[in-house]
């Protein structure tokens, strides 16, 4: 078998909480090293692609922005995809920060989309 892409979740998997895993430092830098495709995935909104290569480099993890797809990018591709561009957004920067990169104006008067994002551990009941 040839692996050929690199898809993995970053918390729980690579990370636990801002620590990485033990060896996910030398599996990431194979993987680079290699030159195969690598997507690190998370459904946590809150955080940029160079937010997340910072988190990484601090716990001595070196990997480019480039590699990160959060959920607000998801976001931002799914909406780019249908008509209109205005929104209004109740959540974080780095939603808002995807939906600019988008194309989409940011907006409370007359917006084609209304996107609200929760925090789950609030839900939860936990501090955040």
Request: glycine share 8%; aromatic share 8%.
């Amino acid at each position: 078998m040839t692996i050929k892409n690199v898809i993995c979740d970053i918390d729980g998997v690579l990370m636990h909480d801002n620590v990485a895993v033990p060896g996910a430092a030398e599996f990431l830098t194979g993987i680079l090293e290699k030159g195969l495709p690598l997507v690190l995935l998370t459904n946590y909104p809150s955080q940029t692609g160079q937010d997340l290569a910072n988190r990484f480099a601090t716990a001595g993890v070196n990997v480019p922005d480039s590699v990160f797809y959060t959920s607000a990018m998801a976001t931002a591709d799914f909406l780019r995809r249908q008509e209109g561009k205005k929104a209004y957004v109740v959540g974080e920067g780095a939603l808002i920060h995807e939906l600019y990169k988008a194309g989409f104006t940011i907006t409370d008067v007359n917006p084609d989309f209304c996107h609200r994002w929760r925090n789950p551990l609030l839900q939860l009941g936990h501090d955040a």
